[in-house]
């Protein structure tokens, strides 16, 4: 007796432990001998879809083991810039015998319910995570037949409109990259080349920025243009995001291209332009010397390195004292901007003898004009066009040449003329001989 009741408490001991195993799940137990994925916590794992997609054959109603009533599948589509638009077909056999239902990743919340059609065919937008996806039937339905079904999910990630230019010339413009990160985002495909973007700053800055999504250094390569040259000045990579790119003032490109096929599909990066220089001065009291701005005439724009453009800052935060005082036959070097917001630009510079000035202004994109002024603000000098332009998107080099005795105080006195906005930016070239 005391046996049969020990037996008797392990059953019931089994029988509460099986329900409670059960119950803690969300499916109700076919009777197909095993609840093989029929519930959410049993769904076959699909895996992360790619845009081959998968086909899936299985069956419902009465099968060799029981009665099936329904199959969950697990998949997910990958995490990116936009949603993708799913694919999902039912090719069922009896017709009209199944339906569909999707969830999202909690498996509780449905995103989807189909009405049952005839094999079933529709489109659904998704962004990148985890989904659940139910085939499903009922006894009334399946009428004691066996159900056969194909089960085919398909993504196809939805493009970006892609706004870039094919070249620099004709390139949609963002305008200033000061203020505000920029945001780029376009597509590409086998055939598209590499995307420009047109932008101009009014100072000298760091050009800041990232492509954005996982390991954007092995899919995208950016490069900022300088179209006065040419040059394209590369970033080291293309997750930089402390260490940004010096430049002069002036309008520029950016390129984006992908690397081979890692890079094709929908792009997203974002851009700044950080303030990263002297202020030039917008009167004689708040003037920069122009020692102070010196760039140096072997200098290349965009490769000054990461501490300054101006040829004295060599370590970060230290401010060396540069005097005033030009040296005789030295070549100084200053580009800058100049326009509607701060039409007047001053450079202040001493002598210790009497000298030579020699003066030019060039890379002019609109007009402008440079003057030489004692501290009164008494006209000594000014530019005049010398020779011709030899490109269309530039105005012709100003120069002067005079005689200044040496004990006053003097200054450069950039001069926008122009209507046109925004600005231009400028080159200044300026030695001192002996008279």
């Keep these: 007796m005391l046996r049969s009741q020990t037996f008797l ?9 099986t329900w409670s195993a059960a119950s803690a799940e969300s499916w109700t137990p076919d009777h197909d001998g095993n609840g093989f ?36 599948y697990k998949f997910a589509l990958p995490f990116s810039f936009n949603d993708w638009e799913l694919s999902v077909h039912l090719d069922e056999n009896p017709s009209t015998t199944m339906w569909l239902e999707i969830y999202d990743q909690s498996g509780t919340r449905s995103i989807y319910a189909s009405r049952g059609a005839a094999d079933e065919d529709f489109k659904l937008p ?8 139910e085939v499903k039937t009922d006894a009334g339905t399946a009428a004691n037949r066996n159900l056969t079904y194909t089960l085919t999910l398909r993504p196809r990630q939805v493009p970006f409109v892609e706004r870039g230019g094919t070249a620099c010339r004709g390139a949609p413009s963002f305008g200033s990259f000061s203020g505000p990160a920029k945001v780029i985002e376009g597509s590409f495909d086998e055939r598209r080349q590499p995307s420009f973007y047109a932008f101009y700053v009014p100072y000298g800055f760091s050009l800041t920025g990232s492509m954005l999504g996982p390991a954007p250094s092995s899919k995208y390569a950016v490069s900022v243009i300088n179209p006065l040259d040419g040059a394209q000045i590369a970033f080291r990579n293309s997750t930089l995001r402390e260490e940004g790119l010096l430049l002069d003032p002036g ?5 984006i291209e992908s690397v081979g096929m890692a890079g094709l599909g929908n792009y997203r990066g974002q851009f700044v332009a950080l303030n990263a220089g002297l202020v030039p001065g917008r009167d004689r009291n708040r003037a920069q010397k122009l020692a102070d701005m010196e760039l140096g005439n072997l200098t290349n724009n965009g490769r000054y390195g990461l501490v300054s453009r101006y040829i004295h800052y060599k370590n970060r935060g230290e401010i060396p004292n540069v005097s005033s005082v030009l040296e005789p036959a030295h070549e100084y070097v200053v580009r800058d901007w100049v326009g509607l917001e701060a039409p007047e630009q001053f450079y202040l510079f ?23 002024e004692d501290a009164a603000g008494t006209l000594l ?27 006053r105080k003097y200054y450069v006195r950039i001069e926008y003329s122009s209507r046109r906005d925004p600005g231009t930016p400028f080159g200044l070239w300026l030695r001192t001989l002996s008279p």
């Design 9 to 17: 408490a392990i059953l019931i001991g089994l029988l509460v432990t």
């Design 37 to 72: 994925n029929n519930s959410i916590e049993r769904a076959i794992d699909l895996g992360t879809l790619n845009t081959a997609g998968v086909n899936i054959r299985e069956q419902l109603g009465k099968v060799p083991w029981g009665f099936d009533s329904r199959d969950f």
């Design 126 to 133: 998704l962004g990148g995570g985890i989904y659940y996806i």
């Design 251 to 255: 309008f520029y490109c950016l390129k």
């Design 350 to 372: 001493d002598l210790s003898e009497a000298r030579r000035l020699e003066l030019r202004l060039y890379n002019l994109t609109a007009a402008a004009r440079a003057f030489v």
């Design 381 to 407: 000098a000014s530019t005049t066009v010398e020779g011709t332009s030899l490109r269309d998107d530039l105005l012709a080099p100003q120069a002067l040449k005079v005689t200044l005795p040496a004990g």
